[in-house]
């Protein structure tokens, strides 16, 4: 029976975006099984390792300088092991190089399951490695296979991506507690990342068999620095990531150490990781209308900012509140995304422009965990650090405003074409 599709607003229709379409219907769905089952695993191992940090210092004894470390990881693993995406995906390809990253991802995420503190830096290291390389690559993952639905295909990994952060965090208190562990508690995430990597794997085989010979094009990323697209893209990527892994790394410890319960924290983390879903689908929605990209800009950048000014001020017992603001603010991920996914001309223009901005973002993104670890160890409280992502929160609202301008939004309102996306292989 035939289908009808309602195109989304900038989506390409030309003759080769049909042919990428037109690709067999099995090779589409795994390809969208696979992007949800990624997106599952793109936070879930942060998001759980903040729920249990708390109690893992106490059984493992570490000191405040591992403990300020151990959220900083994920970060400067983006940025160091991220810068090194384009190379490999030049190397292997795009869907190869996500292969491994889940490979590394699982394997790091297991061995946290052990109760060292050695195992537990280890393995968070090589975990975080193979998450820089999905991060990167996922954009160009989208941009190369469903060019013609590159929103679509983004609000789904981000959305999915925001939903296993959910329940993990709602969850992985409990399931601590049935295992009798902390520790192995943490390493049960890692079971999510086998299962991404087991259905990746047909995807990744399929492009094996159907690679086209010859090596990939390579664009350095950094010149992108120098345009003001490149700039400002990595400027918002910069700040957003920031504001949400400073507060995805301590939010339910400054909850537990105002008053709340572990468990009650972790509520808390869920609900603001809830609120995060349907802000994404809502913020992109509204971003995809005409002339609306610079609303949706501003409304997650304000929102942001009145969250952390209620954490700063609200008692714990009105966590909610905080909670749903800051959790609102965090939708803002899926429109940095989509711009990234959009921006170039071709798959590696999108892959160099990705590696850019995350690579660079998530290294000065490093200062936001470690920061807000160390001034709380020095100020003995949270209000210093808060007045520091306050202050932050704002400088969001001006970066929004640059890049939202006529030029670059026209830019990002418009679907790639799949005319010069031509595949990149080794």
């Not at 390409?12 to 795994?30: E, F, K």
């Not at 059984?59 to 090194?84: E, W």
């Not at 990531?241 to 983390?269: E, H, I, K, Q, R």
């Not at 714990?316 to 995304?337: D, H, K, N, T």
Request: glycine share 10%.
């Amino acid at each position: 029976m035939a289908t009808t599709t309602t195109a989304l607003p900038g989506t390409d229709t030309s003759p080769t975006a049909r042919v990428s379409a037109a690709r067999p219907r099995a090779v589409v769905v795994l390809g969208i099984l696979a992007v949800v089952l990624i997106g599952l695993n793109l936070r879930a191992g942060i998001t759980g390792a903040s729920a249990l940090l708390h109690d893992l210092q106490e059984v493992l004894g570490y000191g405040p300088f591992i403990a300020a470390v151990i959220p900083s990881i994920p970060t400067l693993c983006f940025a160091v092991a991220g810068a090194a995406t384009s190379w490999l995906t030049r190397r292997v390809g795009v869907e190869k190089a996500i292969l491994l990253a889940l490979a590394m991802l699982a394997f790091g995420l297991l061995l946290r399951g052990i109760p060292s503190t050695g195992m537990l830096l280890a393995g968070t290291v090589v975990g975080m490695s193979g998450l820089a390389v999905c991060n990167v690559a996922m954009p160009s993952f989208i941009r190369e296979h469903y060019a013609h639905r590159t929103s679509l295909m983004t609000a789904l990994y981000t959305v999915t991506m925001t939903t296993g952060a959910t329940v993990t965090a709602v969850i992985i208190v409990p399931v601590a507690q049935a295992l009798g562990s902390e520790s192995a508690g943490m390493g049960s995430i890692g079971l999510l990342s086998v299962a991404a990597f087991l259905g990746f794997l047909p995807v990744a085989l399929h492009a094996h068999r159907n690679a086209s010979p010859g090596r990939g094009t390579h664009i350095s990323p950094w010149p992108l620095l120098r345009t003001r697209q490149g700039l400002l893209l990595t400027a918002i990527f910069t700040l957003q990531a920031l504001l949400a892994y400073a507060v995805l790394s301590w939010f339910p410890y400054m909850l537990t150490t105002n008053g709340l319960t572990p468990a009650d924290s972790g509520l808390m983390y869920g609900l603001m990781q809830l609120v995060s879903v349907p802000a994404g689908m809502v913020l992109i929605a509204i971003g995809s209308r005409p002339r609306m990209l610079r609303p949706a800009f501003y409304l997650a950048s304000v929102t942001m900012v009145l969250g952390v000014a209620a954490l700063m001020l609200l008692p714990a017992a009105l966590a909610s509140v905080p909670a749903v603001l800051l959790g609102f603010g965090l939708g803002i991920f899926p429109l940095v995304m989509v711009m990234i996914s959009r921006s170039g001309r071709t798959t590696a223009e999108t892959t160099a422009m990705s590696t850019l901005a995350q690579s660079v973002g998530y290294l000065l993104a490093t200062a936001g965990p470690f920061g807000m670890g160390l001034l709380h160890s020095a100020t003995g409280g949270w209000t210093v650090p808060l007045i520091l992502l306050l202050a932050i929160a704002l400088a969001q609202i001006v970066v929004a405003h640059l890049l939202t301008g006529k030029k670059l939004a026209a830019a990002a309102s418009t679907e790639p074409s799949t005319k010069t996306s031509a595949r990149t292989r080794p």
